[in-house]
């Protein structure tokens, strides 16, 4: 454990072709101030060099377990309790199973028996490896003993067979990091952003069409995603809140500038969807409509909005993991909320029944439905901050339930 405040992670980079992703690794793990110590192993050598870490993690890196140099310097004990952290990335079935058998027949293997130092490991190998009983066994032994594992990713490797084996994205390894580091923050390393307030849509340059909402229940999704460890971006229409501490927030007038403002903050993990989107709007007048003695009325040519829950949801490489969309409905809520779910394509729907009488829209209270594919659930009336800790923490749970294993 490091003094003050710097946490410090000891990487152990095995060998393969995704040893290259490590360096990318140790470049956003020091991003995020934190001190990288790496032992890289013999066949971790074949792939990427010494020099390369070194220049990324200004450390000099540790490879042999028998050099008079480290461990006059740093003996291998002291290497490994001296990390908040070890991961292992890549992870080869090799090492695996040494890891399994208890070997310390090199540094990292060594380092990796000695310690008692949460480790995590970021698997990389062809499908079959992976696949294979013996390496499967291997790495329920290794949850078994406390191991956290992150991927592997399933997709077309450098062998050119697809399938899971593929090392997960630096992203998602830094993410895993952040969140062992900080237990008490399950979204660290996640980004999110949330739609909040109505939008405003021009009629002249100053009249607007407009609607209820205050975005009280989307600025405390915000603050909630911001206190779990989350990097938010609350895109919001016009509101008389302050901005929450801790989350970019974006200020917009229409639905056009809200979708833009989404668009812009992707990539990311999490979308929710609360905003109060005006469904249509009208091309403005350039000055004041004025009102002529004896003219008809004006009429309001409406032109629809961009649905940014819809836009959000649909298959694209960078559709966020999990979108969620609310429907504030007054009647049938749960028919016509389920119903709303598959027509956005969005993950799940929160649902609320925004009646005259309730007092929800506009007050601090909240009673929703959580629908998602395998239904419907009731939670009790709660205060809207009380509903927005609730979602963040079901969030926190949905992303980290790890894949099922491919047997
Ligand atoms: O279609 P409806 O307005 O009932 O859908 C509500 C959900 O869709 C909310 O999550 C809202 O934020 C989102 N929405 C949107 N863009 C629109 C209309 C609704 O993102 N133009």
Request: with cysteine; proline share 8%.
């Amino acid at each position: 454990m490091e003094d003050g405040a710097t946490r410090s992670v000891l990487l152990v980079v095995g060998g393969g072709i995704a040893a290259y992703k490590a360096l990318e690794l140790i470049r956003r793990l020091r991003e995020h101030g934190l001190r990288v110590r790496t032992v890289l192993t013999d066949s971790g050598a074949r792939f990427v060099t010494p020099m390369s870490i070194q220049a990324l993690s200004g450390e000099r890196v540790f490879g042999d377990l028998f050099s008079l140099t480290d461990e006059s310097e740093m003996g291998h004990i002291a290497l490994s309790r001296s990390s908040d952290l070890i991961v292992v990335c890549p992870a080869t079935a090799d090492l695996l199973a040494r890891m399994v058998a208890g070997l310390a027949n090199d540094l990292a293997t060594t380092v990796l028996l000695a310690t008692d130092t949460p480790v995590l490991v970021a698997p990389a190998m062809n499908v079959r490896m992976w696949t294979h009983a013996a390496t499967q066994a291997n790495v329920a032994t290794l949850r078994a003993r406390g191991v956290t594992f992150v991927g592997p990713a399933s997709g077309l490797m450098a062998c050119n067979e697809s399938g899971p084996g593929r090392l997960a994205e630096p992203d998602d390894i830094l993410s895993a990091i952040l969140r062992l580091l900080h237990p008490d923050r399950p979204l660290a390393g996640r980004r999110a952003m949330v739609t909040a307030g109505p939008t405003h849509e021009p009629i002249d340059p100053v009249r607007y069409i407009a609607n209820r909402s205050s975005g009280t229940q989307g600025y405390a999704i915000a603050a909630a995603l911001a206190a779990a460890g989350a990097d938010v971006t609350l895109v919001s229409g016009p509101t008389t809140l302050p901005d929450p501490a801790g989350v970019r927030t974006v200020r917009v007038e229409t639905a056009r500038d809200m979708l833009a403002a989404c668009l812009t903050a992707l990539p990311c993990d999490i979308a929710v969807c609360t905003a109060a989107v005006a469904d249509w709007h009208v091309a403005p007048a350039p000055q004041k409509i004025k009102k002529t003695a004896g003219a008809p009325p004006p009429t309001l040519q409406l032109v629809p909005n961009p649905d940014i829950l819809a836009t959000l949801s649909q298959p694209s490489p960078t559709r966020p993991g999990l979108v969620i969309g609310f429907a504030a409905e007054t009647e049938h809520i749960v028919t016509h909320a389920t119903a709303k779910r598959l027509r956005k394509g969005c993950d799940w729907i929160v649902a609320n029944d925004v009646s005259p009488g309730t007092g929800i829209m506009g007050g601090t209270e909240n009673e929703v439905c959580l629908i998602d594919a395998a239904g419907c659930e009731h939670w009790p009336r709660l205060d809207k901050t009380q509903v927005a800790r609730k979602l963040v923490a079901r969030i926190a749970t949905f992303l980290q339930t790890p894949p099922p294993n491919p047997e």
